[in-house]
């Protein structure tokens, strides 16, 4: 698996503070058998892929999931546990409705979004309808 790492084109995924060309070092890092720089790593990461989120999850995060999931299921020589949490705090955001897995930027909501009520998805490409919330009638 770790060999297909380098055929991702990183510098054109994004995440939270730009682009994801440090991905592999960290990824490499986490797994690394120094504790220190797998620790920083561990952090360098979680703060790229989860800070001030708003329910974005970025392409940066879909690409490294694969790997902190090999990671957090035993890759991972020192600090585990820190990789398991990244882990299951990027699922759940994946599992909540009002999450939107972005293809490159951040897709703006509307007021429709905060509102069950009202219809469309609450977000500017979303038509009536298009609420992940709601089931269609049968």
């Known amino acids: 698996m770790w060999e297909s790492l380098d055929r991702i084109e990183w510098a054109e995924l994004r995440h939270h503070r730009g682009k994801a060309t440090d991905f592999p070092r960290l990824l490499r890092d986490c797994a690394g058998d120094s504790p220190v720089p797998a620790e920083a790593a561990i952090h360098d990461l979680d703060d790229a892929l989860t800070a ?3 329910g974005w999850i970025s392409p940066a995060a879909v690409a490294a999931l694969p790997y902190l999931t090999d990671l957090a299921a035993g890759a991972a020589r020192h600090h585990r546990d820190l990789v398991i ?3 299951d705090r990027l699922l759940f955001d994946g599992a909540d409705p009002q999450t939107r ?8 909501r509307s007021a429709a979004a905060d509102d069950p009520g009202r219809s469309g998805g609450g977000h500017p490409q979303d038509g009536p309808g298009d609420d992940p919330r709601r089931l269609p009638a049968a």
């Open 52 to 54: 001030h989120t708003g």
């Open 101 to 108: 897995v972005s293809r490159g930027r951040r897709r703006g």
């Open 85 to 87: 949490d990244l882990v």
